[in-house]
Every structure is written in C-alpha cells, then in structure tokens.
C-alpha cells in the first residue's frame, strides 16, 4: 500500500527481455536501502524488488503489468517516480494507493501558471465512473486532485515541489501516463454493480 506521496525518482540503467517479461535495472538514491522481496512504485506500479545493487536495484514487469502501463515503453535514461510502501503507523499524506495501475492516459496539454502548472489529460471512457471532481487519482504514482473533469478528460494543478521532485516535469502533450484510481470508488462502483444485478 502507498500513499501517493513521491520519495525520490529514479533512472532506468538498463533494460532485458525474457520471453514475455521484462527486467529492469534502477538507479536510485534509496535503492541501497532496500531488499529483495519489498514492494516499491515504480511511477505507480507496484514491482517487487528482485535485487540490490551499490545504487540500483532489479524489478521484473510480467505482460500483464506491461500492457496496461507505460512500463513498455522505459528505456536506458527514463526518469521515474519512487515510493517506498506504507511504514505504519504513519500520515496518510496522499490516499491510498495499491500500486496496481487500471490504465493509462495521455497529457493533451500543459499549461504554466507563473509557478504553477495545470496538466490536462485523456483517458479511456469507460472509466468515467471511477473520477470525481475534487476526487483523488494516482499519476505516474503521484496523488493529485481532480478538477474540470469529463467522461473523457481531467485536469491537475501541479505545485513546484512536485513539479521540482517528480518526472512530472518531463511530461509533454502526447505523454502517456500510469493511472490509478481511488480503490474506495472501485469499491462503491462493484457494490452498485452487483446491488443492479439482484
């Protein structure tokens, strides 16, 4: 369980393919401080960490997690968000986050503010349900707050210590991004499902 609340970012060292799955070597302030078998978000996808190196560490995406993800598309010098998991007891700063990322979305456009940034974005329809205005959603791993939403697109204002601490920065329109929705607002929605169905 995460928080949505980046601890560092980190750089893909190198990639390796094996059949379906691919290996990823991470270079990282904190990867010395971690150990094989700890969960850790990788821009909001929870991987377990196989490996520890001086500064890196080694996590393995199965095909399950790479087609929903942007994990595909990492290569030698990506930029990701790092967040270890939930030490309790502890502040929930963000919401709670699983680390297990429902799709992905795309930037249409960025827009400074004079010190701050509004970020706009495209998702699939079929979410819809799962987004309310003022509601919380997980980007790349980053707990943000909703606003302008539609059935297909929403906004988030980014402030300049996430701007400055997150990969965020490096989005452009076209970017493709991990999204996780509120698992309370998965839950609601899987209640009234089956209440309709009885």
Known sequence: MFTGIIETTGTVREVRTAGSNRTFIIDSPISNQLKPD???AHDGVCLTVEAVGQQTHQVTAVEESLSKTTLGSWKPGTCINLERCLEL???LDGHLVQ????TTASCLSVDEQDGSWLYRFQYPEQFAALLVEKGSVALNGISLTVFNLTSTGFTVAIIPFTYEHTNIQELRPGSMVNLEF???GKYVLRNQQLLRNQ
């Open 38 to 40: 700890q969960s850790v």
């Open 89 to 91: 007891p502890a502040r």
């Open 99 to 102: 680390g297990h990322v429902d």
């Open 182 to 184: 509120d698992i309370i």
